[in-house]
């Protein structure tokens, strides 16, 4: 395993480093912050751990990713990226 940035609606909402056999997530947009240190087995689970968290967000915070969301370039983008 490896360093990666993870996206959420193309927008960078923190990265994984390795952490045993798991990933840890490391948050550097406050919409995710409550999920800043937590392992995961995969960047799959993590990506279930943010929408989950986005869905339960407030519409303050979901605002942030809104407009990446739906800017043009947004239809050939998908909400997820693990780069």
């Known amino acids: 395993m490896k360093k990666q940035v993870i996206e959420y609606a ?15 997530f490391i948050a550097v947009k406050y919409p995710v912050i409550d999920l800043d240190g937590g392992s995961y087995r995969n960047i799959g689970e993590l990506q279930a751990a943010i929408h989950q968290h986005m869905a ?11 407009g990446a969301a ?14």
């Open 56 to 66: 339960k967000s407030s519409p303050e915070d979901q605002a942030v990713f809104l």
């Open 10 to 24: 193309g927008i960078p909402v923190g990265i994984t480093i390795p952490d045993g056999d798991r990933v840890k």
């Open 70 to 83: 739906n800017s043009p370039a947004a239809s050939s983008r998908r909400v997820f990226n693990a780069a």
